[in-house]
Nanobody
């Protein structure tokens, strides 16, 4: 199973970005999916997760109301729409695939390589 994340970049405070993550190598619809991020000098943190069907989602309090996770099973792709970005959102963003959706890192079996998001003040 391979995950390829893209869509990161440099954006000003208050701006938006949409991250995408394409999953290949297995049946996409069998996976719960999540997004995490890691800032320099900090531990990786959970952001959002979505169930296999896409009907259920979970969000970290730090991004709830600003970020939206979604999936397109026909395209084997999970998205993270990020609005109202802040400098503290600057980090390397990772997508992950696993069993039921979870806020816990170890619940995910497969990880993408990360895409950098930088928010300027």
């Amino acid at each position: 199973v391979q995950l390829q994340a893209f869509g990161g970049g440099l954006v000003q405070t208050g701006g938006s970005l949409r991250l995408s993550c394409v999953v290949s190598g297995h049946i996409f619809s069998t996976y719960g999916l999540g997004w995490f991020r890691q800032a320099p000098g900090k531990e990786r943190e959970f952001l959002a997760a979505i169930s296999r069907s896409g009907e259920n989602t979970l969000y970290a309090s730090s991004v709830k109301g600003r970020f939206t996770i979604s999936r397109d099973n026909a395209k084997s792709t999970v998205y993270l729409q990020m609005n109202s970005l802040r400098p503290e959102d600057t980090a390397l963003y990772y997508c992950a695939a696993g069993g039921p959706m979870s806020i816990i890192e170890t619940a995910y079996d497969y990880w993408g390589q990360g895409t950098q998001v930088t928010v300027s003040s």
